[in-house]
């Protein structure tokens, strides 16, 4: 099976653990192959999924792929994950899923900053830098990726 038949068979299945797939690959290493899948998606709380959404979408992906004799008829292994706080925020969703966090941006012009996202729609995100509130447009964004906080109070504070 190639990747965008995969994808046409898991996207209902993920979508009923209230997920979708963010990035699908075949990864092929002789006669074994290995089938990635980041999962993404709001989660309970709007800020992404959790991992019993993971845990459960997983399952119901293995079992889609055994009914369905996939990827291949040689042997395979599922690796299942969500995308990751490292990974670059490339869509609205991904911005919006973040709200409150530290990101770095990397604009297309310009010097690299730092800022908490306020709020994000699907043309741009509010930041909040230095104190002070600046909109950034996402097509003037280069690459963007969240910042890991050790110290970062919690979302109620």
Same mark, same amino acid.
């Given at each position: 099976?190639?990747?965008?038949?995969?994808?046409? !068979?898991?996207?209902?299945?993920?979508?009923?653990? %209230?997920?979708?797939?963010?990035?699908? &690959?075949?990864?092929?290493? @002789? &006669?074994?192959?290995? !089938? =990635?899948?980041? !999962?993404?998606?709001?989660?309970?709380? @709007?800020? @992404?999924?959790?991992?019993? +959404?993971? #845990?459960?979408?997983?399952?119901?992906?293995?079992? #889609?792929?055994?009914? #369905?004799?996939? /990827?291949?008829?040689?042997?395979?292994?599922?690796?299942? $994950?969500? =995308?990751?706080?490292?990974?670059?925020?490339?869509? /609205?969703?991904?911005?919006?899923?973040?709200?409150?966090?530290?990101?770095?941006?990397?604009?297309?012009?310009?010097? &690299?900053?730092?800022? =908490?996202?306020?709020?994000?729609?699907?043309?741009?995100? *509010?930041? *909040?830098?230095? %104190? +002070? /509130?600046?909109?950034?447009?996402? @097509? +003037?964004?280069?690459?963007?990726?969240? +910042?890991?906080?050790?110290?970062? &109070? $919690?979302? *109620?504070?």
């Amino acid at each position: 099976m190639t990747e965008s038949t995969l994808i046409d !068979l898991l996207d209902p299945i993920v979508a009923e653990h %209230g997920l979708e797939i963010d990035e699908l &690959k075949i990864v092929r290493a @002789g &006669k074994h192959s290995v !089938l =990635r899948i980041s !999962l993404d998606g709001d989660g309970s709380e @709007g800020h @992404g999924p959790d991992l019993d +959404q993971i #845990a459960d979408a997983t399952r119901a992906i293995s079992h #889609a792929l055994d009914e #369905a004799e996939a /990827p291949s008829n040689s042997p395979y292994t599922l690796e299942v $994950s969500s =995308r990751g706080v490292s990974a670059p925020l490339t869509r /609205p969703a991904h911005w919006r899923r973040n709200a409150t966090r530290l990101v770095e941006v990397t604009p297309l012009e310009g010097e &690299k900053y730092t800022g =908490r996202i306020t709020s994000a729609d699907e043309d741009g995100a *509010e930041l *909040e830098i230095d %104190g +002070q /509130p600046r909109h950034i447009d996402f @097509g +003037q964004v280069r690459r963007a990726v969240v +910042q890991i906080e050790m110290n970062r &109070k $919690s979302r *109620e504070d």
